[in-house]
């Protein structure tokens, strides 16, 4: 999202009074994105963010340094010091620190490179090996989570991959 919405902010008007800025064909197709990944039509109107979260909460995973990280960027920290301070696993600290060190070059086509062909392009293969290692029965503890998963499979295959793609 934080890549996205950096594009959002590079190639469309957030301010207050609003302005037309850009391209309007990609205004369309970033905010068509952000439409999918802030309120998407399932579950309740839920982000993704929100709908994972509530999966990994409803599986029993620890959501305690997510929980505290987003607490502490909240309170005013920023991106390095949340995530030095959070018990924020290794893995997930690299990859924000990756994520926001793209986003710092200001560079839009690498921005743009990192969300199409980092995010939008390999999630569907990625996630569709996770849904056929669930168990064929899923419990009630990881509906939400396949769930989330099969949203992201739908959205990345059409219209979102083909959308960052263009």
């Given amino acids: 999202m934080s890549l996205l919405k950096s594009l959002q902010r590079q190639f469309s008007c957030v301010d207050v009074p609003w302005l037309p800025k850009g391209s309007p064909r990609v205004r369309r197709l970033i905010n068509e994105i952000v439409l999918g990944e802030e309120s998407d039509d399932v579950d309740g ?9 509530a999966a990994m ?4 995973a620890n959501t305690g340094p997510i929980d505290a990280f987003l607490c502490a ?18 893995g997930s600290r ?8 793209f986003i710092e070059t200001g560079k839009p086509h690498i ?11 390999p999630i569907p293969d990625m996630f ?7 168990p064929q029965r899923q419990t009630n503890a990881l509906q939400l989570f ?3 998963l099969d949203r992201h499979i739908e959205l ?5 991959g083909p959308m960052a793609q263009r």
């Fill in 73 to 90: 960027l909240r309170d005013g920290s920023n991106i390095r010091t949340a995530l030095a301070h959070c018990a924020v696993p290794a």
């Fill in 146 to 148: 396949a769930l989330y």
């Fill in 128 to 134: 569709r090996k996770l849904v056929g290692s669930l």
């Fill in 111 to 121: 921005i743009a490179a990192a969300f199409a062909f980092g995010r939008e392009d």
């Fill in 156 to 160: 990345d295959e059409n219209p979102h």
């Fill in 45 to 53: 109107n839920l982000a993704h963010f929100e709908l994972y979260h």
């Fill in 94 to 101: 690299a990859f924000v620190t990756k994520t926001f060190e």
């Fill in 57 to 60: 909460t409803a599986a029993g």
